[in-house]
């Protein structure tokens, strides 16, 4: 039995079904036959997979076992609060981003009331779903 390793997928070519891991410098060479996800995989992926002597067991997406984030935070409330008070970065507090909050008060103060534009512009981009997660990573209901 191997050690498990994390790694990211350096290249993949779909033709001869080979790929290559990237991880702590080292490069491994993989096939199909040892990707135990049901979709293919893509340069990029982050994986978890099994290393003996340089040889390459079963190779997972990392995190694919993961369930997704809920939303917890509501996109109208958010937009709305960015439209209504942004220039005190209400919408940025209610996200859960305080030290940007914060710095739109400063800037707020320091350009006597020019911040508003700024939290002004947020709202708009927050309900147009252009802004889409909160502080801790998850979607806007």
Do not use: C
């Not at 030290?99 to 911040?115: L, N």
């Amino acid at each position: 039995m191997g050690s498990e390793m994390l790694g990211k997928i350096k290249s993949y070519d779909e033709k001869n079904q080979m790929g290559v891991i990237s991880s702590k410098q080292e490069e491994y060479a993989f096939h199909i036959d040892d990707w135990d996800e049901d979709v293919s995989p893509e340069d990029g992926d982050e994986v978890i997979f099994e290393e003996n002597d340089g040889e390459i067991g079963r190779v997972s997406l990392l995190g694919a076992k993961l369930p997704k984030p809920e939303p917890v935070k509501s996109r109208i409330i958010a937009g709305l609060l960015g439209l209504i008070l942004g220039a005190v970065g209400a919408h940025r507090f209610y996200l859960g981003y305080y030290r940007i909050g914060i710095y739109q008060i400063i800037f707020t103060a320091v350009t006597m009331g020019y911040g508003l534009l700024w939290g002004f512009v947020e709202g708009f981009l927050i309900i147009s779903g252009n802004f889409d997660k909160d502080a801790k990573g998850r979607p806007l209901k």
